[in-house]
């Protein structure tokens, strides 16, 4: 079973950046796609990133293309998500997710989901 912990969220000033963190177990890390998720207070769960099993390809939602960057690191079981030129919003939970496929991006081809981690931008 996989587990998954995100770290890095807290709250950040608009235009600050804030980098997020999550580190995978229970299964081959690098056999699957990872992705970000977020989701508001009152609102669906939304996409955020993906990123394929070898890092080399990347889907962004719109909303984020040009500021935000997934990574990942096989050897360490790690996927990242560097938040650049956030703007202002009330709090919303980051997610990440493993996905079901090595090269699956879509948001529906993510099954499994850590706890989250809070982001509150100010204003």
């Known amino acids: 079973q996989v587990q998954l912990v995100e770290s890095g969220g807290g709250l950040v000033q608009a235009g600050g950046s804030l980098r997020l963190s999550c580190v995978s177990s229970?299964?081959?890390?690098?056999?699957?796609?990872m992705g970000w998720f977020r989701q508001a207070p009152g609102k669906e769960r939304e996409f955020v990133a993906a990123?394929?099993?070898?890092?080399?390809?990347?889907r962004y939602a719109d909303s984020v293309k040009g500021r935000f960057s997934i990574s990942r690191d096989n050897d360490k079981n790690t996927v990242a998500l560097q938040m650049n030129s956030l703007g202002v919003g009330g709090p919303a939970v980051y997610y990440c997710?493993?996905?079901?496929?090595?090269?699956?991006?879509?948001?529906?081809?993510?099954?499994?989901w850590g706890q989250g981690t809070q982001v509150t931008v100010s204003s």
């Open positions: 229970g299964r081959a890390f690098s056999g699957y796609a």
């Open positions: 997710a493993g996905g079901v496929h090595p090269d699956g991006l879509g948001g529906g081809g993510f099954k499994s």
């Open positions: 990123i394929i099993w070898s890092g080399t390809r990347t």
